[in-house]
C-alpha cells in the first residue's frame, strides 16, 4: 500500500500490492494484481477491503472471476479530468469479463468513482429476482478491515426509513431495490470522519444485499441481459464530520453532477405556501353515506357529510381565509376520482375524472376548480385493470388488478394524463402526486425488460410534467428514487412518512413522526422537500374516518408538535382541520401574515442529530432514574383472523422482531417466537387490556392493543393468509399485506429490564429523538440561527459539537432560547422586554459549549413530550439577533434578506426586512453589552427589503 500524507479527511480506492499509481499527493491508488482485492482508504487507513474473487450470475449460474490485467487509465467526466487504474477480471471456463475502474480528480481529492463495465455484455437470463444481483461491485468483506467498527447507517423501505444506526456493513439489514446511500463514520477521540457511497446512475435497478460476510451492490439479477459495453458506477465522498456533514458533502457533489438544486427545481406553491390537505388523517379524507345511498363511490363507513365535497372544500377554504389562514392551494387525495376502492378508502383509478356522485362532484372537477379558485395537487395510486387506455399496459405484480403503462409509452401516456388534468381543473393542476411508488415500481415487471427501461419510464413522467410546469410529489417512494430525482428537475417533494391517520387512542411512536427524522437527512441532502403529510392544528375535534379508524375518529395527540415538523420539513404545511375548527395561532406561526400564505422556513429539513446515529450523550444518568416496566411473558393464544393491512401502513406499528434485535424479515420466525416478542409490547404498555400478535409475510410479526378490525384491518377468509411461516412451514404467517392474527396471552415476570442509555434508547427509538436544522440569510449576510427539537427524552441531552449544522467556529459563544409556542402573540416574546438585561430572554454559554437540553418527559414514551429550542450564533460584534420569537423560524431567508454589523443603533445592526405593506413585525436582539431590544417595524411596502436600524 502506498503511503498517503494529508491533513483533511480524502476518500481513497486502494488496490494492493505490486502496481502504484501516485494520483496526487493525498490519494494513492494501489491494485494486488495476483489476488484482485480492492479497498476504500480515508487518510491512510484501511476502512473497507473486497473478496478476493469477483462473482457474476450468467444463464442462471454463479461465475467466479478473477484479477486478468490491470493498466493505468486517464479520462474526463461531469466531475472533471480524472486519472486511475482499470483492472479487468475474466472467468476460466466461460467469455464472461468485467472491468473495475477506479477513477480520483485532482481537483476534488475527497471523492472517488468507481465503474463496473461489461465489455462483452452477459447473458443473464435465470439469474433471480429484481431483488438479487447478476453482478457484485462494490463489495466489502464486512468482518474485514475497520469495517466492523464504523458505526453505519442507510435508508430503506417505501416508508424511507433508516435502518438501526450500529456498528459495520451487517447491521444495514433488509436488502433489495429501495436501499439508499450507506453512510459509514469513524469517531475519533477528537474528529469524526464520515464516507458516504451510493449508485451515480442506474440507480433504480442497482440492489443492495449483505449475506455471507459480504455487502455487495449489483445489477439486478431480473434483467435478462447487460448489453457489450454497459457500465454503472459508484460515488464515494469523505469528510470531516458526522453523518449530516457527510450526507450534505455528498448532496452537493452529486447535485453539482446532475445540475440539480433546490433553486433549479421546479418552483411549487405546495413548499412556498400553506396549503389544504384531505390525505389520510384529515377530517375531510372521506366522503361518507355509501351505505345509506348504495352508492360504491362513497365511503360505507361514516355518514352522508351536511354537503357534497364540492361544496364543503369551497366553504373550508371560506372558513379559513376570514380565519387569518389564506390557504394558497388544496389537494385531494385518493377518493375524488372514479373507480372502486381498493383498500380501504384507496380508489383505483377507472377514469381520472371526478366522481359526478352526488355526495362528491355533481357538477365536475371544472366547476369545482373555478369555485375553489386555487391550485391543485390531485393524486393517483395505480390504474385498475378497467382503465382503458390507447397505450401499451402491464399487470402490475405489486397491485394485483392493477396495469403500469410499458416504459416506452410512458413519456406520451403522461403527457397525456397531465393535459387531462390541466383540461379538467380549467388550468388549475399544479402537482401531481403518484403514490405507492416504491410498491409500483417493484411490480413494474416491464422496468426490468432491459437496463434502460426503469429510467424511460421514470423519465417519460418526469419530462411531461416538467414541459406543462407541473411539479411532482413522490408519495411513498424508496431511497433510490430521491437518487432517480436528481435527474429530474419537475420531481420537487417526496413522503418522508408514514400518512398522518393513527388508530384513535393509539399512543405508540407512529411512523408519521418517526421515519421523518431518518428520511429528512437523505432528502434534504438530493434537493428534494420531505412531506410529513397533512396535519391538524386543533384536537379533539368531532368525529370523522380514516383508513385507520371508520368511526369514531376525533383526537390527534400532537398538534403543536406537528405543526412546527411540517413547518421545519420544508416540505408541503397542510392543515387538514374540520370546518371552522382551525387554530390560526398555532398554524399562523408558520407563515407570514393573514393576508401573506409564504411559509418562514430553515434552510434544510429539520433532521435527526449525529448523536443518535453515533449513540453519543454526554448526560449524566437521570438522578433518581424511573423504575422499569416489568417484562411480560406471552404465549399464542386464540386464533382471531386473516385481516388485510390498510397499506401502505400495517395497523399494529410495533415491529417485534427488530425490538428483539432482529431484521424485520426474520427467518427463523415462527407464530410461537412473534408471541413471546410481543412481551416487549405489553411491558411498554401494561394498561392494555389485550395484546393482539400479528404474523405478516411469513417473516414479520407486530403487536398492538387494539382488536385488529378496529385499528384499520379488514377481515378475508383464512385463505387468504396462506404463507407458511419461514420457522415453521407448518402454520400460516399471513400473506403478502395479510396478516394472521391470534389474542396473546401475557404474564408479568419477576426480574426487571435493565436501564437503557439515553443515547441507546434514542437510537433504537424507544425514548425519544434528537433533530436540528439551521437558518442561513446566506455568505456574509449575517449570523446562523440553529432550532433543535427533542422528542420524549426523558433525560438532559448535551449536545456535540456537530449535531450542530454547519458546526459552529472555534470560540464562538452559542446562545439558546425556548420557543414558547403558546398562549400566542406577546407572551411568547417572555423575558424579552426592551431595555431589561439579556439573561432573562436568552441564555449565553461560554465560548465552545454546547447546550445541555432538559428533559421533555417524566415516562417513556410520552409521544406528546417535546421541546424546540432556538440556538443563535452571535453576529462579529457580540450582538444576538434573535428575530421574531412569535415565528416557528425566528430568522427566516423568507423575512429577513441580511442582518449586518452596520448602523447606529444600539446593537449595531442593520436588518433587512421583508413582508406585506402595512404588516408590523415585532424584531428582538440583545445588543453587546447583553441588553435586550424590542423594535417594531411597520412595512412600508410590499415585496421591498426595508433596512431597519436596530
Known amino acids: 500500500m502506498g503511503i498517503i500524507e494529508v491533513t483533511k479527511a480524502v476518500a481513497v480506492l486502494y488496490l494492493l500490492r505490486s502496481v502504484t499509481c501516485v494520483v496526487s499527493v493525498s490519494i494513492t491508488s494501489a491494485l494486488d494484481d495476483k489476488t484482485g482485492i480492492y479497498g476504500v482508504n480515508i487518510d491512510g487507513s484501511v476502512w473497507y477491503s473486497s473478496p478476493a474473487l469477483q462473482v457474476i450470475c450468467e444463464k442462471g449460474s454463479q461465475v467466479q472471476l478473477s484479477i486478468d490485467h490491470t493498466s493505468a487509465v486517464k479520462g474526463s467526466d461531469g466531475f472533471g479530468p480524472w486519472t486511475g487504474t482499470s483492472a479487468v477480471y475474466t472467468s476460466s471456463v466461460t467469455s ?17 468513482v468507481g465503474t463496473a463495465s461489461f465489455p462483452q455484455g452477459l447473458n443473464t437470463t435465470g439469474c433471480g429476482k429484481n431483488t438479487d444481483l447478476s453482478s457484485q461491485f462494490p463489495a466489502f468483506n464486512t468482518s474485514a478491515a475497520q469495517a466492523p467498527l464504523l458505526d453505519t447507517v442507510s435508508w430503506r423501505g417505501g416508508v424511507i426509513q433508516t435502518t438501526a444506526a450500529a456498528k459495520g456493513l451487517e447491521a444495514l439489514g433488509a436488502n433489495g431495490l429501495d436501499c439508499g446511500p450507506v453512510v459509514s463514520t469513524h469517531n475519533a477521540a477528537s474528529v469524526r470522519t464520515t464516507l458516504v457511497w451510493s449508485t451515480l446512475d442506474a440507480h433504480k435497478i442497482v440492489p443492495q444485499k449483505t449475506d455471507g460476510g459480504v455487502y455487495k451492490m449489483g445489477v439486478a439479477a431480473a434483467i435478462p441481459t447487460i448489453p457489450p459495453g454497459y457500465a454503472y458506477s459508484v460515488l464515494f465522498s469523505a469528510v470531516t464530520g458526522g453523518a449530516t456533514a457527510g450526507m450534505y458533502a455528498w448532496g452537493d457533489i452529486i447535485q453539482s453532477y446532475y445540475n440539480i438544486s433546490y433553486a433549479t427545481r421546479l418552483p411549487s406553491v405546495t413548499l412556498t405556501d400553506v396549503g389544504y390537505y384531505t390525505d389520510d388523517g384529515a377530517y375531510y379524507y372521506v366522503w361518507g353515506g355509501g351505505k345509506e345511498r348504495k352508492d360504491p363511490e362513497l365511503s360505507p363507513w361514516i355518514p352522508p357529510r351536511p354537503w357534497p365535497a364540492e361544496e364543503g372544500l369551497v366553504l373550508v377554504k371560506e372558513a379559513l381565509y376570514q380565519m387569518g389562514v389564506p390557504v394558497a392551494y388544496m389537494q385531494l387525495d385518493d377518493w375524488w376520482y372514479q373507480g372502486p376502492f381498493y383498500f380501504g378508502n384507496v380508489k383505483s383509478v377507472v377514469d381520472w375524472h371526478a366522481s359526478n356522485s352526488s355526495g362528491l362532484f355533481p357538477h365536475g372537477l371544472p366547476a369545482f376548480s373555478d369555485k375553489l379558485n386555487l391550485p391543485l395537487q390531485l393524486y393517483v395510486p395505480f390504474w385498475n385493470d378497467a382503465f382503458q387506455t390507447k397505450y401499451r399496459t402491464f399487470e402490475s405484480t405489486s397491485f394485483h388488478g392493477t396495469k403500469l403503462v410499458v416504459p416506452d409509452d410512458s413519456y406520451h401516456f403522461f403527457a397525456d394524463w397531465f393535459d387531462l388534468g390541466l383540461s379538467m381543473t380549467n388550468g388549475r393542476f399544479h402537482t401531481f402526486e403518484i403514490d405507492f411508488l416504491d410498491s409500483n415500481f417493484q411490480g413494474c415487471a416491464a422496468c426490468f425488460d432491459d437496463v434502460g427501461a426503469a429510467d424511460r419510464w421514470y423519465k417519460g413522467m418526469a419530462d411531461a410534467a416538467r414541459e406543462r410546469n407541473i411539479t411532482i410529489q413522490y408519495c411513498l417512494p424508496s431511497a433510490t428514487d430521491m437518487l432517480a430525482s436528481l435527474a429530474y428537475p419537475a420531481v420537487v417533494q417526496a413522503r418522508a412518512s408514514g400518512d398522518y391517520a393513527r388508530p384513535e387512542g393509539d399512543m405508540t411512536p407512529w411512523d408519521n413522526v418517526v421515519t421523518l427524522g431518518g428520511a429528512s437527512l437523505l432528502l434534504g441532502a438530493t434537493a428534494m422537500a420531505p412531506s410529513k403529510d397533512t396535519l391538524w392544528t386543533a384536537s379533539p375535534q368531532p368525529d370523522t374516518s380514516s383508513d385507520r379508524t371508520h368511526a369514531g375518529y376525533h383526537t390527534q395527540p400532537h398538534v403543536q408538535l406537528d405543526a412546527i415538523l411540517a ?18 395561532g398555532l398554524i399562523g406561526q408558520a407563515f407570514r401574515n393573514a393576508k401573506d400564505s409564504t411559509l418562514l422556513r430553515p434552510s434544510r429539513p429539520l433532521s435527526t442529530v449525529d448523536s443518535v446515529w453515533t449513540n453519543i450523550s454526554n448526560a449524566p444518568p437521570p438522578s433518581p432514574a424511573p423504575p422499569p416496566l416489568p417484562p411480560k411473558k406471552c404465549t399464542l393464544g386464540k386464533y382471531v383472523g386473516c385481516f388485510h393491512e390498510p397499506m401502505p401502513n400495517h395497523f399494529y406499528a410495533f415491529d417485534a422482531n427488530t425490538a428483539a434485535g432482529k431484521n ?29 400478535v400479528a404474523a405478516e409475510s411469513s417473516d414479520q410479526c407486530r403487536c398492538g392493543s387494539i382488536a385488529p378490525a378496529a385499528a384499520g384491518g379488514k377481515g378475508v377468509p383464512d385463505a387468504q393468509c396462506n404463507m407458511p411461516c419461514k420457522g415453521d412451514p407448518s402454520k400460516m404467517c399471513g400473506g403478502g399485506w395479510l396478516a394472521s392474527v391470534y389474542e396473546a396471552q401475557c404474564t408479568a415476570l419477576p426480574s426487571a429490564q435493565p436501564t437503557i442509555d439515553v443515547g441507546m434508547a434514542i437510537k433504537a427509538g424507544t425514548v425519544g429523538d434528537v433533530r436540528a436544522t439551521h437558518a442561513s440569510l ?17 433525560s438532559e441531552v448535551t449536545l456535540q459539537a456537530t449535531d450542530l449544522y454547519p458546526v459552529p467556529a472555534t470560540g464562538t459563544k452559542l446562545a439558546v432560547r425556548r420557543h414558547i409556542v403558546s398562549p400566542y402573540g406577546s407572551s411568547q416574546l417572555a423575558g424579552c422586554a426592551d431595555g431589561k438585561p439579556g439573561a432573562t430572554c436568552i441564555e449565553v454559554l461560554d465560548a465552545d459549549t454546547m447546550p445541555t437540553l432538559p428533559p421533555v418527559a417524566t415516562t417513556a414514551n410520552d409521544i406528546t413530550a417535546y421541546g424546540y429550542w432556538s440556538v443563535y450564533e452571535p453576529a462579529s460584534n457580540g450582538a444576538y439577533f434573535l428575530g421574531e420569537l412569535q415565528k416557528f423560524i425566528h430568522v427566516s431567508p423568507q423575512r429577513f434578506a441580511y442582518v449586518r454589523v452596520q448602523g447606529s443603533g444600539p446593537c449595531g445592526l442593520t436588518v433587512g426586512v421583508r413582508g406585506t405593506a402595512g404588516e408590523s413585525v415585532t424584531l428582538v436582539a440583545v445588543d453587546p453589552t447583553d441588553i435586550t431590544r424590542v423594535h ?6 410590499t415585496g421591498v427589503v426595508q433596512a431597519v436600524s436596530m
Open 96 to 112: 464472461a469479463s468485467l472491468e473495475l475502474t477506479f477513477k480520483h480528480y485532482d481537483a476534488q481529492p475527497s471523492i472517488m
Open 567 to 584: 413547518t421545519l420539513s420544508l416540505g408541503p404545511v397542510g392543515i387538514s382541520d374540520g370546518l371552522n375548527l382551525t387554530d390560526p
Open 664 to 692: 424485520t424479515n426474520d427467518p427463523t420466525l415462527t407464530l410461537q417466537l412473534c408471541a413471546q416478542r410481543c412481551g416487549e409490547y405489553a411491558a411498554q404498555h401494561p394498561s392494555a387490556t389485550a395484546v393482539y
Open 778 to 794: 446566506g455568505e456574509g449576510n449575517g449570523p446562523i440561527s440553529h432550532y433543535v427539537l427533542t422528542w420524549m427524552t426523558t
Open 936 to 941: 417594531v417595524v411597520t412595512i412600508a411596502a
